[in-house]
Structure formats: structure tokens, C-alpha cells
């Protein structure tokens, strides 16, 4: 039989779509492309229900997977069907249902479907303590990079954000289980670890023995075959002296920290409930700066979130400089039914928003552009992941340790440099976006 998976959302569901693809291959199914003419026996989307957007989103894929084959079973796992399984198997054409934590039960209710033709919900409850569903992607990934998921739920339910009620509390994953994965990764030829999670700044909370996220970069540093390790995200209460001595040693670590701010604004960051002030995130700048030479520092906005004045607005604008970012992902504020911020008062109206968009996501191409012209002539590290072709010529991509992308020129393609860290001197910027230009050293 032949499977299909869809994913929708984040790094951490990317994690679990290519977990469950091999939970299904060892099944004995062939996977097909989702989007491809091959019809499938079995459609699998994995669900997002981050915004009204992407719930709608999710139900677009279900009606898609069912119009490729009437006769296929549709199974519906995730975020959405979290708090949607009772709606979604009563309106909508789908077979299966499995909530959050239940994404380990897929073949096998696969097959109890199969013989007794009867629509299945599987879906946790976790608002309570709950354990660390056990997935795991042991086989060589597509890419020489990995992402690998270490920690799911939140307990900040900041004031905009749906993820608690659908991810529900911190769970942890055992330091053994996520050695034992990366040891089987790297063993596959993976250079590049990168950690994901629901709220990776709260690893550990749960976890008796204290371990913290700080011990498991360190872990993996001694892993051999393993050149660099990234954390895909920091809330800025990680960041500490302690946190950041502790990790210091570690070479391997990548100096890029994607530090969530959402907002310049403490009066909105307080109607946010993010816990910090812009001054409490300035010094964690600060600190990174003081432990890392010019690390790359990037964050995400939200604008026009409800009550966000033109005074409020300016502040944010006015933060970007001050904090010195290397890029920001800006997004305008989406009201999410069950958060307390869409039920708050003087909405910000959809033209307001969309210009206060543009201009901060121009003000973090200003800030981009800035950065990538201090850097020509400088040599980096990159490692070496596929080959680009334009206009006759031949290149080679890769990241450098603050995730810059680089395209260097090579006179042919040569499959055995993939994989590896490679020597580039930067010669300008490419004109792909927040991308520059090199020549193999």
C-alpha cells in the first residue's frame, strides 16, 4: 500500500511528519508525494492550529487529500485535531483522528480501521502532566542537516497564543533517547544537529535529575561526526551568565540564537504577558555579545496587536536598531478564539497593520543588508549541502555558523563535497535574499 504525509507548521511538526513517514515505511507502506499524481492508499496530514489561518489551512489539505482518492483513508493527526476531534470527524472526511501526543499510535490504528471500517479518535488529554511521546528518525534524513525534537508542551500561555491548549504542558525527552538518536544520525553521514521543540527554553523543568538544555549541547558535543549544533530558538529568560558559561566550551555550538521578542514595546509586551521588559532583552543581547564575537541575533514581531498605538508602534520600530539584529520575521497580530488577546479592546484595523508590516519587515531588510556588507571579505566555514545552476554556472550552497546562506562557484559538481565543512572567502552579497557570494578558499 502506498502513504502520503502533509506537513503543516512549525520545525518541530516537520520532526514528527518524517517520524511517522518512518514509522510507515517500517510498516511495510511505500510513501508517495503528497502533491505528486500517484494516488495513495493512506493520507496522513499533519495539522497546524497556530492562527484561524492555518486551521483553515488544515482543513484545505483534508478536503484536497480525500478529492485525490475517494477511496483512500484520511487521517488527521496534530494541533488542529487537538482540540477539533469531535468537529472534525463529524464534518469532515477524515478516518482517524490523533491528537498531539498520540502521533505514535498511527499504523497501528491504520490498521484497525482497515478491519473494521469505523472512524478512530485517539486524542490525549493533555492539559495535565503528560509523558514525552517517544518518536524517533534514525534513518539518514534528506539533508545533511537534522532537526531533532527534544521537548514539547508550554506552560507561559503568553497572552496571543493558542500552543499550550493544543501542545499542552512541558515534556521533556531523556538525554539517552536524544543521544542515542544523534549517534544513529551521525553514524548516517548528518553533520549538523539542529534542536527543536515547542519551548525549548523550558527543557529540563520537568525532568527530576535537572538536567537543563545546557547539558544536552553538551552531551552532543562529544558525539564524533557531529560538527555543529544549533537550538532553533531562545526565549530571552534563558539567557543567562550561569547558562552561558556553561555552554561557553562547547565549539561546536552554532553562534546564531533566534531570541523571541515579539514586541518593542513594554506596554505591549506586558499586554502580551511575555514576562520582560525591552531593557531585560537588551541585556540579553548584551550578554550574548559579551560571551560570542558578533553573534547573529534574530527574532520575530508581532504588530498591531490590539491596543498597539503609534507611539507603541514607533518604539518597536525604533527597538530593531537598538538591539542590532541580523533579521526579524514579522508578523501581523492574527486574533486566535480561546486567547484572551481576541477578546481584547481597539482591534488595530487591517490597513494599519499591513503598512506597520511592511515597514518593519523593510527596516529588517536595512538591518540585513548592513550586516551582510560588513562581511565581504571575510572567511567562513560552510557546510556544504546542494548544488545551484544559473546562467551555464555551477555552485555550491551551505550555511556558515550564524546561518548565513553562501553560494560559492565550482568548476563542476563533485557528490563527495556534500556533506562537508568547506573553506569560502565572502565576495559580496548574492542576489538571493539575506544570501552572499564566495569563492572556495
Known amino acids: 500500500m502506498k502513504a502520503a504525509i502533509h506537513n503543516l507548521g512549525c520545525k518541530t511538526n516537520a520532526y514528527e511528519a518524517e517520524a511517522m513517514e518512518q514509522s510507515l515505511k517500517e510498516a511495510g507502506y511505500d510513501i508517495v508525494d503528497f502533491n505528486g499524481d500517484e494516488p495513495a492508499d493512506v493520507y496522513v496530514i499533519n495539522t497546524c492550529s497556530v492562527t484561524n489561518i492555518a486551521d483553515r489551512k488544515s482543513r484545505q489539505m483534508i478536503h484536497k487529500a480525500k478529492s485525490k482518492n475517494g477511496e483512500a483513508i484520511i487521517v488527521a493527526v496534530g494541533c488542529f485535531v487537538q482540540v477539533n476531534a469531535e468537529e472534525i470527524l463529524k464534518n469532515e472526511p477524515v478516518d482517524i483522528c490523533l491528537g498531539s501526543n498520540d502521533k505514535h499510535l498511527l499504523t497501528g490504528c491504520i490498521e484497525e480501521f482497515k478491519q473494521n471500517a469505523e472512524k478512530i479518535s485517539r486524542v490525549s488529554d493533555i492539559s495535565k502532566d503528560a509523558d514525552y511521546e517517544r518518536l524517533e528518525v ?5 539533508h545533511t542537516r537534522a532537526f531533532i525534537k527534544i ?3 508550554c506552560n507561559r500561555f503568553c497572552s496571543y497564543c ?23 544520525l551521525s553514524k548516517e553521514g548528518v553533520k549538523e544537529i539542529v534542536l527543536t521543540g515547542i519551548n525549548l527554553s523550558s527543557y529540563g523543568a520537568d525532568l527530576k535529575d535537572g538536567t537543563d538544555i545546557a547539558d544536552v549541547v553538551l552531551a552532543l558535543n562529544e558525539i564524533p561526526g557531529i560538527e555543529r549544533i544549533r537550538i532553533s530558538s531562545f526565549e530571552p529568560q534563558l539567557i543567562t551568565e550561569g547558562f552561558l558559561e556553561k555552554i561557553r566550551p562547547v565549539t561546536k555550538l552554532c553562534p546564531h540564537f533566534h531570541l523571541s521578542l515579539q514586541s518593542g514595546c513594554d506596554t505591549v509586551l506586558e499586554r502580551m504577558r511575555r514576562g520582560y521588559t ?3 532583552y537588551l541585556d540579553k543581547c548584551r550578554l550574548l555579545r559579551k560571551y560570542y564575537d558578533e553573534p547573529s541575533i534574530t527574532t520575530d514581531i508581532i504588530t498591531a496587536f490590539p491596543g498597539e498605538t503609534e507611539e507603541e508602534f514607533k518604539a518597536t520600530y525604533d527597538f530593531l536598531e537598538r538591539a542590532g539584529f541580523f533579521d526579524i520575521h514579522v508578523f501581523p497580530f492574527s486574533p486566535r478564539k480561546g486567547t484572551p488577546a481576541a477578546e481584547m479592546p481597539d482591534p488595530v484595523d487591517g490597513r494599519t497593520a499591513k503598512l506597520r508590516s511592511a515597514l518593519l519587515i523593510s527596516k529588517g531588510q536595512e538591518l540585513t543588508k ?10 567562513v566555514e560552510i557546510l556544504a549541502e546542494e548544488y545551484a545552476f544559473k546562467d551555464g554556472d555551477t555552485f555550491i550552497t551551505g550555511h556558515t555558523p550564524d546561518y548565513v546562506k553562501v553560494f560559492a562557484e565550482v568548476e563542476k559538481k563533485d557528490p563527495d563535497i556534500i556533506g562537508q565543512i568547506i573553506s569560502v572567502t565572502l565576495t559580496g552579497k548574492s542576489e538571493k535574499d539575506k544570501a552572499m557570494k564566495g569563492n572556495i578558499c
Open 138 to 142: 534514525s534513518h539518514k534524513p534528506r
Open 151 to 153: 521537548e514539547d508542551g
Open 162 to 184: 493558542i500552543i499550550p491548549y493544543v501542545r499542552g504542558r512541558i515534556r521533556s525527552r531523556s538525554l539517552s533517547d536524544i543521544t542515542h538518536e544523534v549517534t544513529d
Open 278 to 280: 525591552t531593557e531585560d
Open 370 to 379: 548592513r550586516v551582510l556588507k560588513e562581511r565581504v571579505g571575510s572567511r
